[in-house]
């Protein structure tokens, strides 16, 4: 239970507003090096995942 705590803590898991509002989060306290692997099942879910990040997270990971 504690591991599973550590590990939410850490991870930015939802829609594109999800994740922005924890890399600002994440920011706010000085952490500024992330590093993005998409959750998935298939390889279509990886290849969908990857393109959701690049469309509406990374051009506003900057301004999060």
């Known amino acids: 239970r504690a591991m ?22 994440y920011r706010a ?4 090096k992330f590093i993005a692997i998409p959750l998935a099942r298939s390889a279509e879910e990886m290849h969908e995942q990857t393109r959701l990040l690049d469309a509406e997270v990374l051009p506003h990971a900057n301004e999060a």
């Open 4 to 25: 599973r705590r550590r590990f939410e803590s850490v991870q930015a898991i939802g829609d594109a507003k999800q994740v922005l509002d924890r890399l600002r989060a």
């Open 29 to 32: 306290v000085g952490i500024t």
